[in-house]
Nanobody, 127 residues
Framework: EVQLVESGGGLVQAGGSLRLSCAAS????????MGWFRRLPGKEREGISC????????YYAESVKGLFTISRDNAKKMVYLQMNSLKPEDTAVYYC????????????????????WGQGTVVTVSS
């Protein structure tokens, strides 16, 4: 059984940082691109970052480029999202997902094509 478990969310002041983690099990981790999505209040999930398994090529949405950094540890089956300079508009539920390719994470409504998800972790940024 595939499991993805996020952790690291919480309450932080604007300008602060958080590091999200996602622990994967039950899959050949290196064969998957790992993506981070977020669901802003009242909106659908959007793919904000992704990292490929074999070569660590990354993708960032424009909204987080230069602020968030994705990384992975294939030996530990972990993926991370370092979030810096957080703003209140980053308040959302953050999810990790295993994807066949980062192009799916980056695509509009790409979340609809993915089946392997974590339960989400809430990030709240106060002003």
């Amino acid at each position: 059984e595939v499991q993805l478990v996020e952790s690291g969310g919480g309450l932080v002041q604007a300008g602060g940082s958080l590091r999200l983690s996602c622990a994967a099990s039950g899959l050949i981790f290196v064969d998957y691109a790992m993506g981070w999505f977020r669901r802003l209040p009242g909106k659908e999930r959007e793919g904000i970052s992704c990292i490929r398994g074999h070569d660590n090529t990354t993708y960032y949405a424009e909204s987080v480029k230069g602020l968030f950094t994705i990384s992975r540890d294939n030996a530990k089956k972990m993926v991370y999202l370092q979030m810096n300079s957080l703003k209140p508009e980053d308040t959302a539920v953050y999810y990790c997902a295993a994807a066949p390719a980062c192009t799916v994470v980056a695509a509009p409504n790409g979340h609809r094509y993915l089946e392997l998800w974590g339960q989400g972790t809430v990030v709240t940024v106060s002003s």
